[in-house]
Nanobody, 124 residues
């Protein structure tokens, strides 16, 4: 089993920045892809970004491209989501997810492991 724990959420003004962290523990050797999803009230959970754990290849949703950046620190078993130029519509619970394999898939259904989520609120 893999355990994922997110941190770094909070309240920020429009145009501000946050960095989310997700620490993986347990059988981390099975992780091939790590990703971030978000879910706003009344909406489905949607893809934000994903990264191949070994190669470092990344994929970002069009809605966050150029503003959000996924990265990792293999030594710390940690994946990050740097969020800049935040907008009110970015308000959501952000979830870290992981799966075996190498494809940077965007469907939440193929991710096996999930964190508990961290709230991000963008408001003036």
């Amino acid at each position: 089993q893999v355990q994922l724990v997110e941190s770094g959420g909070g309240v920020v003004q429009p145009g501000g920045s946050l960095r989310l962290s997700c620490v993986a523990s347990g059988r981390t050797v099975v992780i091939g892809v790590a990703g971030w999803f978000r879910q706003a009230p009344g909406n489905e959970r949607e893809f934000v970004a994903a990264m191949n754990w070994r190669s470092g290849d990344t994929s970002h949703a069009d809605s966050v491209k150029g503003r959000f950046t996924i990265s990792r620190d293999n030594a710390k078993n940690t994946v990050y989501l740097r969020m800049d130029s935040l907008k009110p519509e970015d308000t959501a619970v952000y979830y870290c997810a992981a799966r075996p394999g190498t494809l940077l898939q965007r469907s939440r259904d193929v991710y096996n492991y999930w964190g508990q989520g961290t709230q991000v609120t963008v408001s003036s």
